[in-house]
């Protein structure tokens, strides 16, 4: 079973960026299609954005488009989350997801539909 490893978390101020990472146990890594939940105290677990095994193709919710920017670097078994002019209420706990599927033709934002997931990295954004 792949295992994942999330990292870059951390507090910062409104405005400022963080670039969180996943690193997949397994080279079989580029073959998942992966993405980033979110979840804060009290709210629903929230898809933010999915990238295919590819690279090729990538999905974002509106609210992180333009400040958010998920890639992909198979040959080191890690994808990355670059997160610009970060708000308030981008304030979660973030968790990696890889699904079997490789995501080419559909990348679903479903949390059902994903496989194996990271243990999760606190993001607090003060105003």
């Known amino acids: 079973q792949v295992q994942l490893v999330e990292s870059g978390g951390g507090l910062v101020q409104a405005g400022g960026s963080l670039r969180l990472a996943c690193t997949a146990s397994e080279r079989t890594f580029s073959s998942y299609a992966v993405s980033w939940f979110r979840q804060a105290p009290g709210k629903e677990r929230e898809f933010v954005v999915a990238?295919?095994?590819?690279?090729?193709?990538?999905r974002y919710i509106d609210s992180v488009k333009g400040r958010f920017t998920i890639s992909r670097d198979n040959a080191k078994n890690t994808m990355y989350l670059q997160m610009n002019n970060l708000k308030p209420e981008d304030t979660a706990a973030y968790s990696c997801?890889?699904?079997?599927?490789?995501?080419?033709?559909?990348?679903?934002?479903?949390?059902?539909?994903?496989?194996?997931w990271g243990q999760g990295t606190q993001v607090t954004v003060s105003s």
């Open positions: 997801a890889a699904s079997r599927s490789r995501g080419e033709i559909i990348l679903h934002s479903d949390p059902l539909d994903y496989d194996y």
């Open positions: 990238i295919s095994g590819s690279g090729r193709r990538t």
